[in-house]
């Protein structure tokens, strides 16, 4: 019994992280009805800039704080730069104009940083609480409350800001939103650059799990993936559930299905997206007729 | 005419890609009146509010006041204290209809004013205050045309645009809804253009009317005017009387 709770704190540890990304491409979907599959690679990039803060003798919270300002800006950036002048193409231009975006930014990656793999510090202290057998290390808990807290904030930016509810107007009627005078244009690059922060968090929590490389989110981003379709595409708390369900299905699938181990984990969120698109394509917080009642 | 008009509108053309819908439309609107704009389907109503609010490109002289109205920004022409209640309402259907309301004035900045205005709405349309927590998709068809002219009033307009209100509303709510507007016309000195097909009722309530025929004025006057003459009503706007 110890080990399967374990093996959900596990869980729960990965699925905060996918969490985080998965709500990054959820914002920005809502927003702009974009899936941007580069937004593993921005992260991976905005890491990279974290580390290199470290590496010149920036402490780490500080080089953090740096980095998130960073991404936001990148974020904001790239929409005015890249998306702008795309807005309202036919969906399939909008995936290739990401997905070259994706192999852009890696590619920036590896002629600034090389594709060598590199440490990245754990911002949390390594050691364990033991809770009745159960393993709690500082760093799962670190990554779960990492991820709560960035909730929290959105949360509490949607639900009782100004300009978070103008966010939310814009995502459902852009062209309404402009006639009561809301710069949409603005509101759509703040979009990108929440996104683009949120997905830094991710980055800079998975970074000491793996090995820091350009390539380091590419798994990330398919559990992302799977974690958004499972959430709904459209729901940043189906985002966040969907996360955490994937985390913990992968944990558990790795631990105790003898054939898939640690080898075909990466299975699971495959199985996810084909399961979720056949038997529930909105997902399980997918935009129904009427959204909060 | 009036020796100040209020809105200045001359020779405006404007359209859709290629296709050219309005064909120098040309009328004043004085101060706190109500104007209607009337005309069959497909006469370039809804066409006229969208250039008026800098929806779509347009031709011609547009002034709010003496001033320009900018081109292609509606954003801008809403701070100019303009509100477009568009067609189909525009309601943020996810959003509560309180939310709705407040969006109605993102570009004010007097918190504790904007909390009494969402009062007077309320007052003026008591079935909101009810539903002020209810996402406003789950509304019916004439509580979101409510909340949609809430919505505008929360914005402190200088002038309204009313893109057919009585769409799909039952005529004794259509009433009520047009009694709304002249109060706030009276109370409140809001000058107001109201699109409608339904001319008989329309006339009742505006103070002048221009009617609108594939892109041109065919006809304006006093409403008084047009409704009591029976020829003209008959032939402009197939009215028995
Ligand atoms: N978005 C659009 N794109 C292209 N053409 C349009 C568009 N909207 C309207 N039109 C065309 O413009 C003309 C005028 O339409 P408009 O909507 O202004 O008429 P209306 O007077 O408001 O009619 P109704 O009473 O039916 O609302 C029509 O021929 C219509 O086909
Ligand atoms: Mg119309």
Partial sequence: ?293 | MSAHAFLTVEDLHAGYGAGKVLHGIGFDVAEGEICAVLGPNGAGKTTLLRALCGMIRTEGVLRLDGVALPRRRPESVARMGVAHVPEGRGTFAPLSVAENLRLGAYTRRDRAAVAEDIERVYDYFPVLRERRAQAAGSLSGGEQQMVAIGRALMSRPRLILLDEPSLGLAPLVTRELFQIVRAVNERERTTVILVEQNAHLTLEFAHRAHVLETGRVVLSGAAADIRADAQVARAYLGIEG
């Fill in chain 1, 1 to 293: 019994m110890a080990d399967f709770i374990q093996q959900l704190v596990e869980g729960l540890g990965a699925g905060a992280i996918y969490a985080s990304l998965a709500l990054a491409l959820v914002l920005i979907y809502r927003f702009t009805g974009i899936v941007n599959f580069a937004q593993g690679e921005m992260a991976m990039f905005a890491t990279f800039i974290a580390w290199q803060l470290v590496q010149a003798g920036v402490p780490f919270w500080l080089a953090l704080g740096a980095t998130l300002a960073i991404a936001f800006g990148g974020g904001m950036l790239i929409e005015r730069v890249v998306i702008r002048p795309v807005e309202g193409a036919p969906e399939l231009a909008l995936v290739i104009v990401t997905l070259g975006l994706f192999i852009l930014v890696n590619a920036a990656a590896g002629w600034i940083w090389s594709f060598l793999i590199k440490d990245f510090p754990s911002p949390f202290p390594g050691g364990a609480l033991d809770a009745g057998g159960v393993h709690l290390s500082y760093s799962t808990l670190g990554v779960l409350g990492v991820v709560a807290v960035v909730m929290g904030l959105l949360y509490i930016l949607f639900r009782y800001t100004k300009i978070g509810l103008a966010m939310r107007a814009v995502a459902s009627n852009p062209a309404s939103a402009r006639l009561l005078g809301i710069r949409v244009s603005g509101v759509l690059a703040l979009g990108w650059g929440l996104a683009a922060l949120v997905g830094a968090v991710s980055g800079v929590l998975v970074a000491p799990v793996l090995f820091l490389e350009p390539t380091m989110m590419g798994g990330v981003l398919i559990y992302a993936f799977a974690a958004a379709t499972l959430g709904g595409f459209d729901s940043p708390v189906g985002a966040v559930v969907g996360g955490l369900v994937v985390g913990i299905a992968e944990t558990l699938a790795g631990a105790y299905v003898g054939v898939i181990g640690s080898d075909l984990k990466i299975g699971v969120p495959l199985a996810v997206i084909i399961g979720v698109l056949l038997f529930r394509p909105q997902g399980l917080f997918g935009r129904a007729a009427v959204e909060r009642a």
